[in-house]
Nanobody, 115 residues
């Protein structure tokens, strides 16, 4: 069973920073795609950032230059460093992984940015 567990969410003022962490059960080498999505109240779940082996990371236009996705293969973790946060970044953030065309999701972590 694949488990993804997010942490690091919370309440932050506009302009602040947070780092989200996703602990992945098993070796992250086994996953072809790792990433972060977010879902704001009343909205669909949207891609924030994703990373694949040997390819530069992808970012949503709204977070380019502010968010950075990274992976630590030794710790089997995926991170999302978020800076210059705005209230529009408020959402539940989900960790995502894909292996053999099967998608896996974490439970989500709430990020709230106050103005």
């Amino acid at each position: 069973q694949v488990l993804l567990v997010e942490s690091g969410g919370g309440l932050v003022q506009a302009g602040g920073s947070l780092r989200l962490s996703c602990a992945v059960s098993g070796s992250i080498f086994n996953f072809s795609l790792l990433g972060w999505y977010r879902q704001a109240p009343g909205k669909q779940r949207d891609l924030v950032a994703r990373i694949t082996r040997g390819v530069s990371p992808d970012y949503a236009d709204s977070v380019k230059g502010r968010f950075t996705i990274s992976r630590d293969n030794a710790k089997n973790r995926v991170y999302l460093q978020m800076t210059s946060l705005t209230p529009e970044d408020t959402a539940v953030y989900y960790c995502y992984a894909q292996r053999f065309s099967v998608d896996y999701w974490g439970q989500g972590t709430q990020v709230t940015v106050s103005s």
